[in-house]
């Protein structure tokens, strides 16, 4: 099993970037999907959710009308959509993928954003 993101950067702030999840090992279609980040010295935190079949989506207050979470079931991946940085923005992105029946779970290695001008 592997999830691995990229597309992590530097950026100035009011800038875009769209994070990429590569997945394999698993039946795709049977996870949701989701984003968390962690900042230096903070918890990691949710930053968003996408059901197993892509019909509902979940936003933390932060980001919500800013970033927007996606899947492509026949590239096995999950993106977000980041906008309008903020240097508060920083940390590093994980993705998470839990299975909707067993709740089975898996987590990527993590990618590095810094919104810093």
């Known amino acids: 099993v592997q999830l691995v993101e990229s597309g992590g950067g530097l950026v100035q702030p009011g800038g875009s970037l769209r994070l990429s999840c590569a997945a394999s090992?698993?039946?795709?279609?049977?996870?949701?999907l989701s984003w968390y980040r962690q900042a230096p010295g903070k918890e990691r935190e949710l930053v968003a959710s996408?059901?197993?079949?892509?019909?509902?989506?979940k936003y933390a207050a932060s980001v919500k009308g800013r970033f927007t979470i996606s899947r492509d079931t026949a590239k096995n991946s999950v993106y977000l959509q980041m906008n309008s940085l903020r240097p508060e923005d920083t940390a590093v992105y994980y993705c998470?993928?839990?299975?909707?029946?067993?709740?089975?779970?898996?987590w990527g290695q993590g990618t590095q954003v810094t919104v810093s001008s």
């Open positions: 996408i059901s197993n079949v892509g019909s509902s989506t």
């Open positions: 998470y993928a839990v299975n909707a029946w067993n709740r089975s779970d898996y």
């Open positions: 090992g698993f039946t795709f279609r049977d996870f949701r």
